[in-house]
Nanobody
Framework: QVQLVESGGGLVQPGGSLRLSCVAS????????MGWYRQAPGKERELVAR?????????YYKDVVKGRFTISRDNTQNTAFLQMNSLKPEDAAVYYC???????????WGQGTQVTVSS
């Protein structure tokens, strides 16, 4: 069955870094766009970054994370990553991994990993 398993969340001080991982199984990983979303308490889930299928040559970033976050994928490990640097308190949220064939499709979701940014 399809599984997306996130890891790498935790507590970090402002200015710190975290690297999230999403291990995929149960589908052909290279066919899918991979995205990272986040949801803070009382807010809607939002797209943070997305990477194209195959070689991952196209990436999208939400404006507020540009220059600080980097999305990547390793097709040999069926894994997507989100490197988060210069973290701010407003980056705190549950981060979800998503896989979809097209941007207008819902796709599959992971269970989420909590990111807390606090001193």
């Amino acid at each position: 069955q399809v599984q997306l398993v996130e890891s790498g969340g935790g507590l970090v001080q402002p200015g710190g870094s975290l690297r999230l991982s999403c291990v995929a199984s149960g589908f052909t990983f290279t066919d899918y766009l991979m995205g990272w979303y986040r949801q803070a308490p009382g807010k809607e889930r939002e797209l943070v970054a997305r990477i194209s299928n195959r070689s991952g040559g196209i990436q999208y970033y939400k404006d507020v994370v540009k220059g600080r976050f980097t999305i990547s994928r390793d097709n040999t490990q069926n894994t997507a990553f989100l490197q988060m640097n210069s973290l701010k308190p407003e980056d705190a949220a549950v981060y979800y991994c998503n896989a979809r064939l097209r941007s207008d499709m819902e796709g599959f979701w992971g269970q989420g990993t909590q990111v807390t940014v606090s001193s």
